[in-house]
């Protein structure tokens, strides 16, 4: 079953605007994770946080995590066309080397 | 990009034909990942390796089964395939330097059409 839930499915804003992206999911987690695939290609790691981070930054984008709620969000700042991409958010519950479980994705697209 | 390939990148086959889809990785990572990747469902892991010979199965492992037998090979197999396999199969490498499998790193992926 999927563990992450991603609001919303697509997303369609102007360059240079902001995009956020939010990822709710249903147990306890270890860390929260997105990633981003630009289309027929495989995954790309952007960003982890851990479950006892609230927030945490990489270039233009930041990622929130309210463990309280169960839920992330992930802001991309002044976007880009090349930002065009499906974003997945993905948590690691168990211990050591149980895999991910992945969110169905939103797909965001960067109007020039 | 990490290291990690995959074999073949597309392939047709028929219901009831035996595939075997290879994952080489060079970065010597400890933990291997199969996912499937189908419209409506992001991924879902079917099958991992956490070490030479030692594997277990994921969310959606029926129909699937794997082997380790070197570091840098993880190979996943249908053993006869069906329509409902039909999909993008993605393997992924952690745990270069420490026990958790924090980032995972993503080959290009496999199209596979049984028809």
């Known amino acids: 079953s999927q563990q992450g839930e991603e609001d919303p499915q697509a997303l369609s804003i102007q360059e240079g605007e902001n995009a956020t992206m939010n990822c709710s999911y249903k147990?306890?987690?270890?860390?929260l994770q997105w990633y981003r695939q630009n289309s027929g290609r495989g995954l790309v790691h952007l960003i982890l946080?851990?479950?006892?981070?609230r927030e945490k930054h990489s270039g233009r984008l930041r990622v929130t995590l309210d463990t309280s709620k169960k839920s992330s969000s992930l802001l991309i700042t002044a976007s880009r066309a090349a930002d065009t991409a499906s974003y997945f958010c993905?948590?690691?519950?168990?211990?050591?080397?149980?895999?991910?479980?992945f969110g169905k994705g939103t797909h965001l697209i960067i109007q020039p | 990009d990490a290291g990690i390939t995959q074999s073949p990148r597309h392939k047709v086959t028929e219901t009831g034909t035996p595939v075997t889809l290879r994952c080489h990785q060079t970065?010597?990572?400890?933990?291997m990942y199969w996912y499937r990747q189908d419209p409506g469902h992001g991924l879902r892991l079917i099958h991992y390796?956490?070490?030479?010979?030692?594997?277990d199965k994921g969310e959606v492992s029926d129909g699937y089964s794997v082997s380790r037998s070197k570091t840098e090979d993880f190979l996943l197999t249908l053993e006869s395939a069906t329509s409902s396999q039909t999909s993008v199969y993605f393997c992924?490498?952690?745990?270069?330097?420490?026990?958790?499998?924090?980032?995972?790193?993503f080959g290009p992926g496999t199209r596979l059409t049984v028809l």
């Open positions: 992924a490498i952690s745990g270069l330097t420490s026990v958790s499998t924090d980032t995972q790193y």
């Open positions: 946080i851990r479950s006892n981070e």
């Open positions: 147990t306890s987690i270890n860390n």
């Open positions: 390796s956490y070490g030479v010979k030692d594997t």
């Open positions: 993905a948590t690691e519950s168990g211990g050591g080397a149980d895999g991910l479980t």
């Open positions: 970065e010597n990572h400890r933990y």
